[in-house]
Each structure stands twice: as structure tokens, then as C-alpha cells.
């Protein structure tokens, strides 16, 4: 969706309200009166609140009102659904928290806070949707990194954060698990964890990996091993890592445009990255994916 489309939807109230109700949002059936010795159908009237611009109420009970937003993700927001749009579509771009707090004119808090809470939703649906990798007639290529630790020994000393992963060549769909350790007992079990059997697997030349062959699935793993001291591709079978290498580099980079980011909240950039991996490769399709998975997990009547 062009930025010209958001500009319309947001400039009028009625228009955002329709738009959250058309993505399942907002509710479009009025609840019934919560006076237990009513609970007749409520009616929809205008409302003096410019947020929301209508009002569910009892005929009966006049004085019985209830927020359109009841029951829905937005209801305890206090921003107006012209403004929680934006925050939506913004953070569908990836934009910078401070293009967002400058354009918005919100808080830092505001934007940090809205933004966890959208994480929090590709953490949902990550764990709702294990994926599994491969398959035969493709190729996983994994490897291991370090997302955190001081530069040059420089600042607070931080244990180095080891995160193991890999990626399918042909869906461009990958994995990312932080570990321990890299020794053989805890990289094998996630390998058949997340890669299905007959895959062809390449790695480097690291020692955890030489049982890769070995493991009891059916059909069983192929495995090629490329020797980074020497080169970058097999010369005699193809192997590489330059795919999940280049997985690696691409998450760092959004870790760094944020200038880093807590040890508590690094799960849940690298859930957000998984996510934008399988349902948000465009912005377009993390606005429209991202407000899909949160009308699932907050269904509305």
C-alpha cells in the first residue's frame, strides 16, 4: 500500500474505523447491554470522541456505553486508529524509531512500546507456526554467530550470545536459535528440529557438524562441507555458506540501525526478522500480514 493510500485512510475517522473493520480489528456487531437483566443488542452512535468518532449504546439503557474498540487489540490504546495505522505501516517499512517520533510527534516510549507489541505479535506467530526446513531436493545451509559482545573491549563486558541457524536456499525461509554452546549435542538435535529429512546440508568444516550424516532420520541428511581456509565454494561439490552468511549480515544490520538493543528485547528483534522473513519480504506484505496475524490472535465479532 502506496504512502498516498494511508494518507486518505487516516484523514478522516470514519474511514480509519472502516479500514480496522474491513482487516478485523475493529468489531462490526454491536454487543449486547451488559445490564444483565437487558442484554438487548446495543446500537452504534456518533460519538463527541474525535479517536473513534462512534459509540455502541443501549436504547434501552442510554447510559450503558461501550467503546467500539471492546474486546479488540486496540482496546486499552490510547492512540486514535488514524494513529495506530500509521505506527502499523511505519513499522511495516522498517522505518527509524525517529523518523516515527518526528513525523507522529510521539514519545520515544510511545514508539518502543508499540513497536514491542508488534514483535510480540511475529513472536506469537512464529511459535504458533514451527517451521521446518528443506526437504529433498533442497538445500539448508546453517552456520553459527555471535549477535552480542564488546568491541574492542570497550564498555560493560557482555558475554558473547551465540545464535545457531540456517536457511533453505530456495524459499529463502531460515531459523535462528540461541545456544549455549556449539558443540555436537546441542547443534544435532536442533538440526533435526528444524530441517526435514533428505535435505542436503552444507556447513563449514566445524567439528559439531561431522555427525550430520549420521543422524537417525529417514531418507537420511546429505552433507557437504565447504573448508573456509582454502575457499569460499567447493570446488568439487558446490558447498557453501554464503546464503546464511548473508542472513547473518542482514540481521546485524537491523541490529545496528537501532543502535543495539537490550539483551532482554534481542529475541524479539530476531523473532521480528524470522517474521518479515516469511510473511513480511515487502512492506506491503508485513502491513497486510502483520494485521492479519493480529486480527487471529485478537478475534473480534
Known amino acids: 500500500m502506496h504512502i498516498t493510500e494511508i494518507v486518505d485512510i487516516v484523514s478522516d475517522v470514519g474511514t480509519a474505523r472502516e479500514f480496522l473493520r474491513n482487516h478485523n480489528i475493529l468489531r462490526r456487531?454491536?454487543?449486547?447491554?451488559?445490564?444483565?437483566?437487558?442484554?438487548?443488542?446495543?446500537?452504534?452512535?456518533?460519538?463527541?470522541?474525535?479517536?473513534?468518532?462512534?459509540?455502541?449504546?443501549?436504547?434501552?439503557?442510554?447510559?450503558?456505553?461501550?467503546?467500539?474498540?471492546?474486546?479488540?487489540?486496540?482496546?486499552?490504546?490510547?492512540?486514535?486508529?488514524?494513529?495506530?495505522?500509521?505506527?502499523?505501516?511505519?513499522w511495516s517499512m522498517s522505518t527509524s524509531n525517529k523518523t516515527v517520533m518526528e513525523t507522529l510527534h510521539f514519545?520515544?516510549?510511545?514508539?518502543?512500546?508499540?513497536?514491542?507489541?508488534?514483535?510480540?505479535?511475529?513472536?506469537?506467530?512464529?511459535?504458533?507456526?514451527?517451521?521446518?526446513?528443506?526437504?529433498?531436493?533442497?538445500?539448508?545451509?546453517?552456520?553459527?554467530?555471535?549477535?552480542?559482545?564488546?568491541k574492542n573491549h570497550v564498555g560493560r563486558y557482555t558475554p558473547p550470545k551465540w545464535v545457531f541457524g540456517g536457511i533453505d536456499t530456495t524459499t529463502d525461509d531460515g531459523f535462528m536459535v540461541f545456544v549455549e554452546d556449539r558443540s555436537a549435542n546441542t547443534l544435532l538435535p536442533i538440526i533435526e528440529q528444524y530441517i526435514e529429512p533428505g535435505t542436503m546440508i552444507h556447513s563449514d568444516a566445524w567439528a559439531a557438524y561431522n555427525g550430520i550424516a549420521h543422524l537417525p532420520v529417514l531418507p537420511p541428511y546429505q552433507h557437504n562441507v565447504?573448508?573456509?581456509?582454502?575457499?569460499?565454494?567447493?570446488?568439487?561439490?558446490?558447498?557453501?555458506?554464503n546464503h546464511v552468511e548473508r542472513m547473518w549480515k542482514s540481521m546485524k544490520q537491523k541490529l545496528k540501525r537501532m543502535s543495539g538493543t537490550s539483551d532482554d528485547l534481542l529475541q524479539s528483534h530476531i523473532d521480528e526478522f524470522l517474521w518479515r522473513q516469511r510473511r513480511g519480504k515487502t512492506g506491503n506484505d508485513a502491513f497486510n500480514n502483520i494485521l492479519e496475524d493480529i486480527s487471529s490472535f485478537y478475534p473480534v465479532p
Open 107 to 150: 514519545s520515544s516510549k510511545t514508539v518502543v512500546d508499540w513497536f514491542n507489541f508488534l514483535r510480540g505479535i511475529c513472536t506469537r506467530y512464529l511459535t504458533l507456526h514451527p517451521i521446518r526446513l528443506g526437504g529433498e531436493g533442497h538445500v539448508v545451509e546453517i552456520d553459527e554467530t555471535v549477535v552480542a559482545r564488546r
Open 29 to 90: 456487531t454491536p454487543p449486547n447491554c451488559p445490564v444483565p437483566e437487558c442484554g438487548r443488542r446495543m446500537s452504534e452512535i456518533s460519538s463527541a470522541d474525535k479517536k473513534d468518532g462512534k459509540v455502541f449504546r443501549c436504547s434501552t439503557h442510554k447510559g450503558r456505553k461501550v467503546s467500539v474498540r471492546e474486546g479488540s487489540f486496540l482496546s486499552k490504546a490510547r492512540l486514535s486508529l488514524g494513529e495506530f495505522i500509521w505506527l502499523v505501516y511505519f
Open 226 to 241: 565447504v573448508n573456509h581456509s582454502t575457499n569460499f565454494v567447493d570446488p568439487a561439490t558446490g558447498a557453501t555458506t
